[in-house]
């Protein structure tokens, strides 16, 4: 198994920032990409970022690209997620992801909520 904690989220302005934080332990030897998922209230959860652990190959939804930038610290077994110019539309609760390959994720975190006010 693999736990995944998720931290930095909160509540900011339109046009400001956060940067999420999503630290892994357990066996993380069977994790090869991480990523970011979202879900607003009513609405379907959204992929929003993964990052293969090999290569940093990255990969992002439309909706965020040019605005926010996943990362990984190996010897921290942590994913960042940081998000800048930031729309109401944004306002979700986000969760880490693990698992085999981008695409393939069988771990999930409880989730941190990021509101963004107009």
């Known amino acids: 198994q693999v736990q995944l904690v998720e931290s930095g989220g909160g509540l900011v302005q339109a046009g400001g920032s956060l940067r999420l934080s999503c630290a892994a332990s357990?066996?993380?030897?069977?994790?090869?990409?991480m990523g970011w998922f979202r879900r607003a209230p009513g609405k379907e959860r959204e992929f929003v970022a993964g990052?293969?652990?090999?290569?940093?190959?990255?990969v992002y939804a439309d909706s965020v690209k040019g605005r926010f930038t996943i990362s990984r610290d190996n010897a921290k077994n942590t994913v960042y997620l940081q998000m800048n110019s930031l729309k109401p539309e944004d306002t979700a609760a986000y969760y880490c992801?693990?698992?085999?390959?981008?695409?393939?994720?069988?771990?999930w975190g409880q989730g941190t909520q990021v509101t963004v006010s107009s």
């Open positions: 992801v693990a698992g085999n390959g981008l695409g393939d994720y069988n771990f």
């Open positions: 357990g066996r993380t030897s069977v994790s090869y990409a």
């Open positions: 990052i293969r652990w090999s290569d940093r190959y990255t």
